[in-house]
């Protein structure tokens, strides 16, 4: 009797287990797409066949859930729908180790950053640092496996962020937990401190933003990327970076992508360390600036994507940035490049471009446009698959020459007084005299107390006429003048004097 309980038992229990498995296996994780922004009778929609809800998007006309696999035709079919779509694993594109090693204590004592940072350095970045155009205000959104950011090179210009890999829903910490630092090596690369120790980002003034959509393993999902994506453009971001890649087109990904861009977001992404195969999405969307590998001597990286879709290249090979614990190390491939053009993005909007375009405003297009543009062309002259439009390159702003501005007037009684002089060195300067007034202006030029008689000249205006304008150009290369503008008019006219280098 207690053999044949038994038995029974076992069989009940058996047949639990065999119903729970294949309930368990007929639920699918999925995103919906909807026609209409998605409302009250959408989310009634998915409760009353099963559903549960999993995210809502604000720039996104979908909803993340999970559905029994016998519902799926009957909510495809429904003329609400415009698409269902497996919320899929993706995965963070896996970098190759480089040495990954500390250098902290050699770095804090050198200060030499840019050494340090090489790849940052290859790009020329230094020169706009230089000349005070460093990213600041610009808002940078991450999406990787977070950031470190206590990390003493970062934790200046981390500004905040959102997790949405951890099923606690009150856990918005965007912490990188990763093995190898994925998050936190991009961010390095983005937005390293100029602060004398360890290495330097291309912005190193940007602010940048965690937005933790791949777990400690570098696995996250569809609707955890559009989430982030959705965020970035939600709380106003500038650039989002992705470093996460797949062979799979999701249209909830394009949509949102598209809806970013359309926002004014400049969106980058990895091409993919797929070994000279195609593309990854999400970076081979018309949306997302597809980011390509090269070395130091500016070959393309034998881990790279190629197709039409790269647009441009950057240093991925060996490229040192920021790890865990306070370090720094070494990782390569395309996730370690894109970071390069993110940075690069962040000093033109800082700097400004100008309407590129020609569109009447001056926005993201024109930031892309610009990076074009100013690309170093490799390989086959012109656009190609393998480089795009090339390597890109930081921004020279034009540092403007001031402007000696000078008013000469004619006082009563002070002749001497009306006298105006102004020194000029080494370079050709331009001389313009806009007269209000005055007779006559005489400019006499002196070196080294001399008088030079042919470069002194005297020049006349007529009287009661409109403001006349008297340009013309000073050599003083390699030697120093002093220029004596002296008045004669009536008393209270004047002239404006402006010299500046050419």
């Given amino acids: 009797m207690l053999k044949k309980f038994v038995s029974s038992a076992i069989a009940i229990g058996l047949s639990l287990i065999l119903v729970n498995a294949a309930a368990y296996s007929a639920e699918r994780k999925v995103i919906i797409g909807f026609h209409n922004p998605p409302g009250p009778a959408e989310h009634a929609m998915i409760l009353d066949a099963g559903g549960k809800i999993k995210k809502r998007f604000r720039h996104l006309r979908a909803i993340s859930a999970d559905i029994l696999d016998s519902e799926v035709d009957a909510l495809r079919s429904n003329p609400e729908v415009a698409y269902i779509e497996e919320d899929a694993l993706i995965q963070a ?5 480089g040495g990954i090693r500390s250098l902290l204590s050699m770095a804090q004592a050198t200060g030499l950053e840019y050494e340090n940072a090489w790849s940052v350095s ?17 808002k940078i959104a991450v999406l990787d496996t977070g950031i470190d950011y206590n990390h003493p090179d970062l934790d200046m210009n981390y500004a905040g962020g959102e997790n949405f890999i951890s099923i606690d829903p009150d856990n918005h910490d965007p912490f990188d937990d990763s093995f190898n630092s994925h998050g936190t090596h991009v961010a390095g690369t983005i937005a390293a401190e100029l602060d004398g120790a360890g290495v330097v980002g291309v912005a190193p003034e940007a602010s940048i ?23 970035a453009v939600a709380n106003q971001m500038d650039i989002i970076n992705l470093s996460m890649g797949f062979t799979t087109y999701y249209q909830s990904l394009a949509d949102v992508c598209e809806a970013a861009n359309a926002a004014g977001l400049v969106v980058i992404a990895a091409a993919g360390n797929s070994y000279g195969g195609p593309v990854l999405y999400p970076a081979a969307l018309p949306s997302v600036i597809a980011v390509g590998a090269t070395t130091i001597f500016d070959d393309v990286g034998f881990m790279s994507a190629n197709g039409p879709e790269i647009e441009l290249t950057a240093p991925g090979l060996n490229v040192n940035s920021t790890i865990a614990n306070a370090g720094y190390g070494f990782l390569g491939g395309t996730s370690q490049a894109a970071p390069h053009v993110t940075g690069v993005a962040a000093l033109l909007m800082s700097l400004g471009v100008g309407d590129i375009d020609g569109n009447g405003i001056e926005d993201n297009n024109d930031i892309r446009m610009q990076m074009r543009l100013t690309a170093l062309d490799l390989g086959d002259p012109g656009v190609d698959t393998i480089f795009g439009y090339g390597l890109v390159t930081a921004p020279e702003p034009v540092v403007e020459d001031p402007v000696t501005h000078l008013i000469v ?9 009306s006298k105006k002089t102004a020194t000029i060195e080494d370079g ?28 002194s000249e005297k020049y006349k205006f007529r009287k009661k006429s409109a403001p006349q304008e008297v340009v013309f150009d000073i050599d003083a290369t390699g030697t120093g003048f002093d220029l004596i503008f002296a008045p004669k008019g009536e008393v209270g006219s004047f002239a404006d004097v402006y010299i500046q280098m050419r």
């Fill in 428 to 455: 050709v300067f331009e001389v313009r005299i806009v007269n209000t007034g005055l007779s006559q202006i005489k400019v006499k030029v002196y070196e080294d107390g001399e008088k030079r008689c042919n470069l």
């Fill in 209 to 231: 933003y965690a937005v933790k959509v791949l777990d400690g393993a570098g696995f996250g999902s569809v609707s955890g990327v559009v989430a982030g994506i959705d965020w």
């Fill in 93 to 97: 594109i896996d970098p190759l180790a």
């Fill in 409 to 417: 007037d004619k006082l009563k009684g002070h002749s001497k007084k």
């Fill in 122 to 138: 290859h790009i020329g970045s230094q020169v706009p640092h230089d000349r005070g155009v460093a990213g600041a205000g610009i």
